[in-house]
């Protein structure tokens, strides 16, 4: 089994890929549904993986709120591929919460990366 570090580097690279034009926020249904808050949209939920990996961020409820909260619908895939990128988002986002999880579940509260 891989080991934590190898994971957050292959989903670190992974994330690197995005090229940042937001094609996808627009699509995304929790950012429509708060009217605006780019940390619930698929680029924003992206950004926060990649600082919570990158020992930027903390851990806490907030953040897990933005990750959790994503409805693993793929609207913003379908957006992201139509436009010549071929990131998996909803995967990203699983696999930040899968790792998060773990981590809460070494520390039993908060902590960062
Ligand atoms: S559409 Fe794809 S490349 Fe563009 S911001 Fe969204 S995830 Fe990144
Ligand atoms: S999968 Fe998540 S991030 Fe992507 S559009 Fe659906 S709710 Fe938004």
Do not use: W
Request: hydrophobic share 35%; proline share 2%.
């Amino acid at each position: 089994m891989r080991d934590d570090q190898q994971i957050r580097t292959d989903l670190l690279k992974e994330i690197a890929k995005c090229r940042a034009c937001r094609f996808c926020v627009d699509v995304c249904p929790t950012y429509q549904a708060s009217e605006g808050v780019e940390s619930l949209s698929s680029y924003g939920r992206l950004q926060i993986t990649k600082y919570l990996l990158n020992g930027m961020l903390a851990f806490d409820d907030p953040l897990t709120y933005c990750l959790y909260s994503c409805l693993q619908c793929r609207r913003c895939e379908r957006m992201c591929h139509s436009k010549g990128q071929a990131i998996d988002i909803c995967a990203l986002i699983q696999a930040g919460r899968e790792l998060l999880s773990a981590r809460l579940a070494e520390g039993g509260s908060h902590a960062a990366l």
